[in-house]
C-alpha cells in the first residue's frame, strides 16, 4: 500500500471505486488517475482535503488555524521542490557550453588527444602524454609523414596524469626537421609491464560548429573535428 493510500485509510476512505454486479456482488476498481504514481501532488493534497472536511466530526470540526498551517506548510514544499527544480535547470545550464562560449576558442591553440602535430611559428613542437597510471619510462617518438622516425624523446620515470615535453625540432642527427607536419606516438612501462599511454598535441582552432548531440564541436587541422569536453588545455 502506498503512502496515498494510508493517508486515505486513516481518513477511512478507499480509493476504490464500487460497482454492483447483476449478481449483487460488489467489485472494487481503481482509480486510474493514481496508477504509476509514487509521490503526491496539489491534486492529492486538494483531495485529501476535500475529504477530510467531507468526513470531519461536524462536533468536532478541524480548527481553522490547524487548517491554514497544513496548507501554509504545503505551500512551503511545494515552492521549495519548484525552487530545487529549477536550480537544477541552471546549473545544467552554467555546465554546459555554448556555442557562443565555443566561437572564443578560434585562433587559439588546445591541447588534445591526437598524433598529428604541426610545429610552432617559433619553431619545434610541443606536447603532452596523458598516462592512466605512474610507469617507470616514458617514450615520446615523432616520425616524418613517410613514417621514418626523426626523433626519440626519453622521458623516463612519470607519475600519472599528463606530462608535457617539448621538443626543438631537430633530428637525432641534430638536422632541421622541418615544417611538418609529424607524427607523434608514445609508449611507456612500469615494473609489471605496460602502461597505457596516449599523447596530447597541440593543434589551432580554425572553425566551431554545433554537433549533433547539441554540443560545440572544435575544428582542428590534421585532427578533424572534436567536443569541447575533449580539450585538455588552452594556449
Not at 85 to 106: E, H, M, R
Not at 160 to 184: H, I, Q, Y
Request: proline share 3%; charged share 15%.
Amino acid at each position: 500500500m502506498s503512502d496515498f493510500d494510508t493517508t486515505l485509510a486513516g481518513l477511512g476512505i478507499s480509493r476504490y471505486n464500487t460497482t454492483s454486479t447483476t449478481s449483487g456482488t460488489t467489485l472494487d476498481t481503481k482509480d486510474t488517475s493514481r496508477l504509476g504514481k509514487t509521490d503526491m501532488d496539489v491534486s492529492d493534497f486538494l483531495a485529501l482535503m476535500t475529504a477530510q472536511l467531507k468526513n470531519q466530526d461536524p462536533f468536532e470540526p478541524v480548527d481553522n488555524s490547524q487548517m491554514v498551517a497544513q496548507m501554509a506548510q504545503f505551500s512551503s514544499l511545494s515552492g521549495i521542490t519548484e525552487m530545487g527544480s529549477t536550480l537544477k535547470t541552471i546549473a545544467s545550464q552554467l555546465s554546459t557550453t555554448t556555442l557562443n562560449d565555443a566561437i572564443g576558442y578560434v585562433g587559439k591553440t588546445v591541447l588534445v588527444q591526437g598524433s598529428t602535430a604541426y610545429p610552432r611559428t617559433t619553431g619545434g613542437l610541443a606536447g603532452a602524454v596523458a598516462l592512466e597510471k605512474d610507469a617507470t619510462n616514458v617514450t615520446v617518438t615523432i616520425k616524418d609523414t613517410d613514417g621514418n622516425t626523426i626523433k626519440t624523446i626519453e622521458m623516463g620515470k612519470e607519475s600519472s596524469g599528463a606530462v608535457a615535453w617539448d621538443w626543438d625540432g631537430k633530428t637525432d642527427a641534430g638536422e632541421d626537421a622541418g615544417a611538418g607536419p609529424f607524427n607523434v606516438s608514445v609508449t611507456a612501462t612500469n615494473g609489471t609491464g605496460s602502461v597505457k599511454a596516449y599523447p596530447l598535441v597541440w593543434a589551432p582552432v580554425t572553425a566551431v560548429s554545433m554537433g549533433s548531440d547539441g554540443k560545440p564541436v572544435l575544428t582542428l587541422p590534421g585532427i578533424g573535428n572534436v567536443s569541447t569536453d575533449a580539450v585538455w588545455q588552452v594556449g
